[in-house]
């Protein structure tokens, strides 16, 4: 017990956890003990399988194929999750309770959520705590705000609420209709007995399912530990007490990808993308997360659809919800038995082809030359940031190679190393949020100042050049409290242009959008910062294996080969010929670090003797 104790305290350094309770976490919305009351239990996607899955052959747009592949599925038993999870405990006492509400809500529904390290998180097959986000989690959901054409006895569920949501999203703040329901997009399921298969459940048609705002809930995260001053800063409130003010913007944010779609054009309706890519057999444009993440299909809702009155369908929400995630499901399917997960080969493959087009889908890439730079677009035609969601260890960038003549490599930029799983960052343009603990709160926590990859202590944006969606608008994501940090984006620019210096010699370059899920750097602090338990040495173990996370291996979203006009070496400005202005540039810059700037001819990085040469060897 003594040699416990004294590595922890010497793992942990001067860090002390902060004084936090369940109180300091408490978010409004439905509570465990509202459910307690209730008549029908969350049962579990099993339940549901039944019907709802496996009757397609040769598709997975069956609800429960896709869903059971996707990582909501998986949210519980997520090994990256575990190894957060501890870290949160560690860093804030009893804040994992706040983790287990979003990632395993079944549990937290029913009141599995002390210890806060998940310890009490039941396995079942009719009641499930592993389920993830599961089928009822959505399809009992309520919405906030009333909404005219939504189910009237909704209006009863909000009133019942012992902490009413108000109109505040995300956070955790669902509301569960504790009776049992089938809350769903159709209006004509006939509801008559013997007729309806879920009898005497009720099917319920339920526009809210077909709003931005039934994924709102969970993808907006703000740090329920700080308030934001006067001064735009946020300040640690860890004193057993629930927020002060309980309002989400007063609070840290952490993940907005709700907030970034409301201030998007997508949330006006707006045909936004060039062509149906997301759209599978919608018409019109796409507008909702739904509409991206949920693609309709041709399919039946149930077993039964050959038969009338249940028929096939033409618009049949994919359950897929295919997302960013590249490596994380494997590492499931890795650690839990496939009767357990409900995984298989033939699941996981579908889903990962399904990621691998959302990504290549995220974006376009165009590139040109200017003088002897090359400049690279990626414009964003996601709904939100491009990255969006999570930010830590989450990154996208460009990788870059310049041939010459005859097919050889001149140099390099934004190369992974399969060694490593790292990239050389200053060689090219990444694209990432910087999330901190700063200021009053590293110091209450015992931590340096800009401390990363601890996130509940997080409270500072350091950093953040993530691509903004169609829309955008700098004064309404100053509003929500997420404006780009450390760049400028104009009003309504929704890409974002890198510049670089053409290196002698090149005349064509091979350029590649890349993204990670899970850096190094992130994987290293979830082991070393762990004194508890295993967790992160099995995610570290998982990213690490060859046939498993493969460190992460990035998605390829967008390629290009761009033929590089034969330039004249020496024409620093590009007007076509190398002469006294050329020269005039080149010692007006002379000794100036600068790096992808016209004047460094040779790309060193500096404006020096080189340049000049090249100049002068070409003048005329
Ligand atoms: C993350 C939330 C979420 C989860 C989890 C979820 N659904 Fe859905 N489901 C929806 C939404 C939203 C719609 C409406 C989609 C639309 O109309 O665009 C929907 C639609 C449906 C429909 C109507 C037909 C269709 O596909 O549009 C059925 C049936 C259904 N879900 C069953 C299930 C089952 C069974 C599960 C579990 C295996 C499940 N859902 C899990 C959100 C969810
Ligand atoms: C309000 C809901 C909510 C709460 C509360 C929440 N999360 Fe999450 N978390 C999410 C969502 C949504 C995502 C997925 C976003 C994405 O994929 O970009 C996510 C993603 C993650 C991931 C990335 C998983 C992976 O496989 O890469 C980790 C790790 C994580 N959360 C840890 C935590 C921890 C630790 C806590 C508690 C301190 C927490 N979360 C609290 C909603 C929540
Ligand atoms: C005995 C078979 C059966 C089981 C079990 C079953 N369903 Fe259904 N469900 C159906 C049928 C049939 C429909 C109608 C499909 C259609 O019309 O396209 C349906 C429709 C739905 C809808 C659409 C409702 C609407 O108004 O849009 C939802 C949501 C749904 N089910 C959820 C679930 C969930 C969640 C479970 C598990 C807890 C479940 N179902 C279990 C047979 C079943
Ligand atoms: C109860 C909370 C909850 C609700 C409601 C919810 N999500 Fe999620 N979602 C999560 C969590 C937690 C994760 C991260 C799971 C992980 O990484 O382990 C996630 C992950 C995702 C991902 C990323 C998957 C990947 O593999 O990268 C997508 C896409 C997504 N959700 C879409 C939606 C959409 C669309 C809706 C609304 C129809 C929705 N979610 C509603 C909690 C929720
Ligand atoms: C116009 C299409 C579109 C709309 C609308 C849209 N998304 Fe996405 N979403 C994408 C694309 C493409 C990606 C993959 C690129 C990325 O990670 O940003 C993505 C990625 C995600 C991810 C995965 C992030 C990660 O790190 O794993 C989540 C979570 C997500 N979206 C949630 C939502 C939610 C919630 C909404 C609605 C509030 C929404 N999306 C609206 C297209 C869309």
């Known amino acids: 017990m003594l040699i416990c104790l004294s590595t922890i305290l010497l793992a942990l350094g001067d860090q002390v956890p902060l004084p936090t309770s369940v109180e300091d976490f408490l978010q409004p919305g439905t509570q465990p003990d509202d459910m307690v009351q209730m008549l029908d239990p969350l049962s579990s996607s099993n339940t549901c399988q039944a019907c709802h899955g496996d009757y397609l052959q040769d598709s997975f747009h069956e609800p429960w194929d896709g869903w059971v592949s996707n990582l909501m599925a998986q949210s519980a038993r997520d090994p990256i999750w575990h190894a957060a999870l501890t870290i949160a405990n560690q860093d804030a006492t009893d804040s994992g309770e706040y983790c287990i509400r979003c990632h395993a809500p079944v549990g937290w529904y029913r009141g599995h959520s002390l210890p806060s390290d998940g310890s009490a998180l039941e396995d079942g097959f009719f009641e499930n705590d592993f389920d993830g986000v599961n089928c009822q989690i959505c399809h009992r959901a309520v919405s906030p705000v009333p909404v005219p054409g939504d189910p009237v006895v909704d209006e009863s569920v909000r009133a019942a609420l012992e902490f009413p949501p108000g109109d505040g999203y995300g956070n955790g703040r669902l509301i569960l209709d504790p009776v049992d329901s089938r809350r769903g997009p159709y209006s004509d399921i006939p509801n008559t007995p013997g007729m309806n298969l879920h009898s005497p459940t009720p099917a319920i048609h339920s526009p809210f399912h077909q709003r931005s ?4 809930a969970c993808h907006e995260v703000r740090n329920p530990v700080t308030m934001k001053q006067a001064d735009g800063t946020y300040a640690p409130v860890a004193d057993g007490e629930p927020h002060p003010t309980q309002d989400p913007y007063d609070m840290y944010p952490e993940q907005t990808t709700w907030s970034e779609w409301l201030h998007s054009s997508f949330a006006d309706g707006a045909d936004v993308v060039p062509d149906d890519r997301f759209a599978g057999n919608l ?11 949920m693609p309709d299909r041709v399919a039946g809702g149930c077993f039964a659809w050959e038969s009338p009155p249940w028929f096939e369908r033409q618009d049949l929400g994919d359950h897929g919800f295919a997302g960013a995630n590249s490596w994380v499901l494997k590492g ?4 839990y038995d496939d009767s357990v997960t409900g995984l298989s080969t033939e699941r996981m493959e579908a889903s990962l082809e399904r990621n691998i087009q959302m ?9 040109w030359t200017e003088g002897n730079e090359l400049v690279v677009r990626v414009t964003n035609w996601s709904g939100h940031r491009l990255p969006t969601g999570y930010s830590e260890g989450r990154r996208m960038w460009l990788q870059l190679r310049w041939l010459d003549a005859s097919g050889g490599v001149v140099s390099e930029a934004g190369v992974w190393n399969p060694t490593t799983g790292d990239i050389v960052e200053s060689s090219t343009k ?14 209450a926590a015992g931590v340096p100042d800009g401390t990363t990859h601890h996130l509940v202590l997080l409270n500072k944006t350091e950093f953040d050049n993530r691509i903004p969606p169609a829309g955008f608008v700098n004064a309404e994501f100053e509003a929500f409290g997420a404006p780009p940090v450390g760049v400028t984006y104009a009003d309504g620019q929704h890409w974002d242009d890198s510049r670089f210096v053409i290196p002698v010699g090149a005349t064509q370059v091979a350029v590649t959008l890349l993204h990670q899920t899970t850096t190094p750097d992130y994987i290293d602090s979830l082991l070393e910062n762990n004194v508890t338990d295993e967790s992160g040495i099995i995610a570290w173990s998982l990213w690490n294996d060859p046939e498993i996370g493969n460190r992460s291996v ?8 761009f033929d590089l006009e034969p330039s004249t070496p020496g024409d620093v400005n590009g007007d076509g010929s190398v002469d006294f202005n050329d020269l005039l540039a080149i010692l007006s810059a002379w000794g100036a670090p600068c790096t992808g700037c016209s004047e460094d001819l040779d790309g060193d990085g500096e404006v020096g003797f080189n340049d000049l040469l090249i100049v002068l060897s070409n003048f005329g």
Request: glycine residues 4%; proline residues 4%; aromatic residues 2%.
């Open 213 to 216: 705002a039934a994924c709102s």
């Open 554 to 561: 990035p998605i390829d979203m967008d390629a290009l080969v």
């Open 430 to 443: 990444v694209w990432k949020s910087v999330q901190v603990a700063a200021g009053a709160m590293a110091q």
């Open 359 to 367: 990504m290549r889908n995220a974006s376009d890439m165009d590139a």
């Open 332 to 335: 499931v399917r890795s650690l």
């Open 283 to 293: 018409d019109g444009p796409v507008s909702t997360c739904q509409d991206c993440h």
